[in-house]
């Protein structure tokens, strides 16, 4: 016969294979701020599965996030949100803005 604290430890171990493994739920989103014509944190390092988020605070600006094989719309407010799932060192910039520059380096 299983004690309480063996089974309530069973049913935790049953639903995490379910849900997948803990690490999917530590997961973090770094926070970039597009304003006064610049990302703010030009460059942010992150691990594999980590998500970056592009705020827009320029509200009469617009701007764009570009990377080589995928891109966010021109916009003045709003957000974009890129999970990046493998290493690597990853540059972006905006079409719009010579030198508004930024990277996401993934660990």
């Known amino acids: 016969m299983l004690s309480l604290g063996t089974a309530a430890v069973a049913a935790a ?3 995490s294979a379910l849900t997948g493994s803990a690490t999917a739920s530590s997961a973090r989103t770094t926070t ?4 006064h014509i ?6 942010v390092r992150i691990h594999r599965g980590d998500k970056v988020k592009w ?7 617009p701007h764009n996030v570009t990377f080589r094989t995928r891109h966010s719309k ?13 290493a690597g060192t990853f ?6 803005h ?10």
Do not use: N
């Open 13 to 15: 171990v049953a639903l």
């Open 32 to 35: 970039v701020t597009l304003k």
């Open 38 to 43: 610049s990302f703010v944190k030009e460059t």
């Open 55 to 61: 705020v827009w605070k320029d509200p009469t600006v």
């Open 74 to 86: 021109t916009q003045q407010t709003g957000t974009y949100t890129v999970t990046f799932a493998r």
């Open 91 to 96: 540059g972006y910039h905006c079409t719009i």
């Open 98 to 107: 010579p030198g508004m520059d930024g990277k996401v380096v993934v660990r």
